[in-house]
């Protein structure tokens, strides 16, 4: 063989080193460097407060201006942030509910401050005289003595006590609430008189009373009702 051959040859090989070199070592490298870079900073940002964070500042520092570094620390501190916030939190106590003469109280609207007449926004419900003898007729008739047209208001009565109680006398609820009005407890109509246990007149007069210093007149009574299922 030709001493020229021999040169062609070595002049190849050298190339193909080079080649080894530049085109499989060095992308290698440099594969290696960002998994170890990537590696750490992911250490980082799951253990803010570890001993990884200066390993991750060394490799952040090593590729400067890098947008996927500037990225990385953004969701570190998010993290940190979420983590911050998620051990803030507190437990709130139960809202109470109010009773009928607070909510009354803090909703004017739904109170008719007239006994006369029905105010703006409280609608009347047309009902017929009811039946004579029965304990609607009773409070039928009752209702002139508190101020209260019955041809207005007792419509509105008439449905109020019949979500109420029924207009049954001995109505008894699980809460303790007892009688036609439903007054709670039902030992509240001993004002009205000693039989009201057994009394519906008596029951429907503490009813009455009851209704028009809370809410005005029945129609007042029962639109708070309708909105809050209780008077």
């Known amino acids: 063989?030709?001493?020229?051959?021999?040169?062609?040859?070595?002049?190849?090989?050298?190339?193909?080193?080079?080649?080894?070199?530049?085109?499989?070592?060095?992308?290698?490298?440099?594969?290696?460097?960002?998994?170890?870079?990537?590696?750490?900073?992911?250490?980082?940002?799951?253990?803010?407060?570890?001993?990884?964070?200066?390993?991750?500042?060394?490799?952040?520092a090593s590729i400067p201006g890098s947008q996927t570094a500037v990225l990385l620390e953004q969701?570190?501190?998010?993290?940190?942030?979420?983590?911050?916030?998620?051990?803030?939190?507190t437990v709130v106590a139960k809202p109470k509910l109010a009773s009928p003469a607070k909510a009354a109280a803090n909703n004017p609207a739904s109170v008719n401050s007239s006994s006369s007449g029905s105010s703006a926004g409280t609608p009347t419900v047309p009902s017929a005289p009811p039946n004579p003898g029965t304990a609607q007729s009773t409070a039928y008739n009752l209702m002139a003595s508190f101020g209260f047209s019955p041809t207005t208001y007792f419509g509105c009565l008439k449905?109020?006590?019949?979500?109420?109680?029924?207009?049954?006398?001995?109505?008894?609820?699980?809460?303790?609430?007892?009688?036609?009005?439903?007054?709670?407890?039902?030992?509240?109509?001993?004002?009205?008189?000693?039989?009201?246990?057994?009394?519906?007149?008596?029951?429907?007069?503490?009813?009455l009373g009851y209704i028009k210093a809370m809410y005005g007149n029945p129609c007042g009574a029962w639109s708070f009702e309708e909105r809050n299922g209780y008077y």
């Open 159 to 207: 449905d109020l006590w019949n979500r109420e109680s029924g207009w049954v006398f001995d109505a008894e609820n699980a809460s303790g609430a007892y009688g036609i009005p439903q007054a709670l407890p039902g030992s509240k109509m001993a004002s009205a008189g000693a039989d009201w246990a057994t009394n519906p007149a008596t029951q429907e007069k503490w009813g």
């Open 75 to 89: 969701e570190r501190k998010q993290m940190i942030a979420m983590r911050t916030a998620a051990n803030t939190l």
């Open 1 to 60: 063989m030709s001493r020229h051959g021999t040169g062609t040859r070595r002049a190849r090989q050298q190339r193909g080193s080079r080649l080894r070199r530049t085109g499989i070592v060095f992308p290698a490298a440099a594969v290696a460097a960002i998994v170890v870079v990537i590696v750490s900073v992911a250490a980082y940002i799951l253990s803010p407060a570890g001993s990884g964070a200066a390993g991750a500042d060394a490799a952040i």
